[in-house]
Structure formats: C-alpha cells, structure tokens
Antibody, heavy 123, light 110 residues
Framework: QVTLKESGPVLVKPTETLTLTCTVS??????????VAWIRQPPGKALEWLAH???????SYSTSLKTRLTISKDTSKSQVVLTMTNMDPVDTATYYC???????????????WGQGTLVTVSS | QSVLTQPPSVSAAPGQKVTISCSGS????????VSWYQQLPGTAPKLLIY???KRPSGIPDRFSGSKSGTSATLGITGLQTGDEADYYC???????????FGGGTKLTVL
C-alpha cells in the first residue's frame, strides 16, 4: 500500500531555511514514470504546485519560487527533500508531498498524497 | 491568480447533478491530460479523475470527467451531502514547465 508522509518543523522564523522530508513506502523512487511532487496550500486558499522530482532524475520548479527551492532525493532512504530558503510569513501553508505519475506524452497527475504538514512562519 | 480558471462555488440539491468547469490554454489543458481532486474539509486532496476521464479504483461512477479543447469539466450526479468539498483541476503547463492547478471550486449540497 502506497503511503507518503511529510516531516519537518512546524514553526520557522522569517529569513530561515525550511527543510521538509517526504518519506514514501509501497513504491520505489526509481520506478519508471513516477516521481514525487511538493504542493502547498495557504490557509483557506488554493493548491500551489512547488516542484517535482522524477525517477529519471528530472526536476522542475515553480517559476515564481525557483530561486528559493531545491528538491533532492535519497532513493536508499525512500525520501524526497524540499528546501525553501528565505522563508516569509506569506509562506505559511500546509505542505503536501504527492506521488506523481507522468512526465511523458501529456500525462501528469498525483495519485497518492501525504496528510500534509502545516508550517507557520513567524518570529 | 491560478493558471487554470474554475468557478469559486457551485451548489445543488441532494440527488441532483452539478458540473464544474476548468478553463486553460493551449499550453496546458490543450496539450495535456487533466486530473481532478476532491478535498474534503480538513483533509488532503484525493485523486478523483485522471487522464481526462478515468476514475481510480474506489471512485464511484457518479463522478465523471471530460475535456474539449482548452477546457475540462467534472460532473457529479446523484449529489450527496458527503460530496461537499473543494474540487481542483490540475495538469502540466508546457510553457511554464510546471504543474498547475485551478483556483478550486467549493461545492455546496443544499
């Protein structure tokens, strides 16, 4: 059974760097045409795609956040890590990781999601 | 401002049918498959529809999806109070090289 679980700090200060870890089970991060994406949702607002990492090593980042984001994976630990630098109160949100299917011929969707982790940015 | 455009809210009575639209462009919906997600209050989103029309195992056939050109539609028939949720469309955008979502539609079952 496929599961994803986010972990990281619940509170960060402005200007600090956020590091979130997504630990997956039930599938391998080396499975073809699969990957993991990070998506966030500010309180009461819509979903916002942040980044993805496919099994073939291909990465992509949100255009507006590209300079602040880094995504990496440790296949042996079944983990995908997202770092976001220079955190600001507007980055307060629930951060989700999700299993991603696609990266070819127009296919792109998230079939399993983690429960999400609320990160608050405040001094 | 979301790349994909959805109505903020829709409503209908129990047992009725509702549709939720998702409008995009040639670089996203026009060239890629669309997926739909249901987010019940206080929970993570769940995949409802993928590849425009397909339902994952366990999703009832009351939920359907379609796509035409640069727009997609989610249909829900036989509405139940348990269907009250936020619904999001999503796809890939070739120009942005990024995943994109709609702004979400809140469904109220009156």
């Amino acid at each position: 059974q496929v599961t994803l679980k986010e972990s990281g700090p619940v509170l960060v200060k402005p200007t600090e760097t956020l590091t979130l870890t997504c630990t997956v089970s039930g599938f391998s991060l080396s499975n073809a045409r699969m990957g993991v994406a990070w998506i966030r949702q500010p309180p009461g607002k819509a979903l916002e795609w942040l980044a993805h990492f496919f099994s073939n090593g291909e990465k992509s980042y949100s255009t507006s956040l590209k300079t602040r984001l880094t995504i990496s994976k440790d296949t042996s630990k079944s983990q995908v890590v997202l770092t976001m630098t220079n955190m600001d109160p507007v980055d307060t949100a629930t951060y989700y990781c999700a299993r991603l299917i696609g990266g070819y011929s127009g296919y792109y969707y998230f079939d399993y999601w983690g429960q999400g982790t609320l990160v608050t940015v405040s001094s | 401002q979301s790349v994909l455009t959805q109505p903020p809210s829709v409503s209908a009575a129990p047992g009725q049918k509702v549709t939720i639209s998702c409008s995009g462009s040639s670089s996203n919906i026009g060239d890629n498959y669309v997926s739909w997600y249901q987010q019940l209050p206080g929970t993570a989103p769940k995949l409802l529809i993928y590849e425009n029309t397909k339902r994952p195992s366990g999703i009832p056939d009351r939920f359907s999806g379609s796509k035409s050109g640069t727009s997609a539609t989610l249909g829900i028939t036989g509405l139940q109070t348990g269907d009250e949720a936020d619904y999001y469309c999503g796809t890939w955008d070739n120009s942005l090289s990024a995943g994109v979502f709609g702004g979400g539609t809140k469904l109220t079952v009156l």
